[in-house]
Structures are given as structure tokens and as C-alpha cells.
């Protein structure tokens, strides 16, 4: 897996958090960094995956944004998106009335 040039060496807290489950509190996830929070609840499907990608367009590598929808295919779709697009989804978590997801904008 490629990490990013300003990543440095992982702690052994930080490897352990990253294999941890998918499902886990965000949180409990790297709380050291910062990361940009986007409101997409009460969007459809495809407007979550476009919006998050077009907002991930001017993030720095390595950099975190945290999403939250409504949609019910956002589990499905958030998931291929960072897929596709080579980012990293670092957590998944169903909240009250949608989902929240964590991910890492690719490093190149």
C-alpha cells in the first residue's frame, strides 16, 4: 500500500487503528488529525458521490474528509467511489437516520 510522503512512521496505536474493523466509532480513528466535515444528508443517489468527489478535487493528498448521508445506496456507492478513485475509506459507520464515512484523498 502507498502511503504518503508526509505520512512518516506509523505509531503502533495508529497500525492498530487502521486495522481495526470498518465499523468502528469514528473517532477512535487518528483523532490527532484534523479533517473537513460535509453535510450531504437528505441527498440522493448519485449527488452524495459527486459532491464528495468534486469537494475532494482541491484537498491535499493525505488529507481527511468526513461525510455524512442519508442515502440508503451511499454504503454501496461511497465505498466503490473510493474504490475508483483510489482513495481510501478509512472507517464506515451507520448513524441515527443515515451513515458516516471517513476517507483519505489518494496520495498521488
Known sequence: RRECASAGTRTATRRAAEEAPVLETLGQLMPEEA??????????????????????????????????TTDPLAVIDIPHFCNEDGHRLEQAETIAGGHRFLIRKRCS
Open 35 to 68: 479533517r473537513l466535515r460535509y453535510d450531504l444528508r437528505g441527498l440522493k443517489c448519485p449527488l452524495p458521490v459527486l459532491k464528495t468527489r468534486k469537494r475532494m478535487e482541491n484537498l491535499t493528498p493525505g488529507a481527511l474528509i468526513e461525510i455524512e
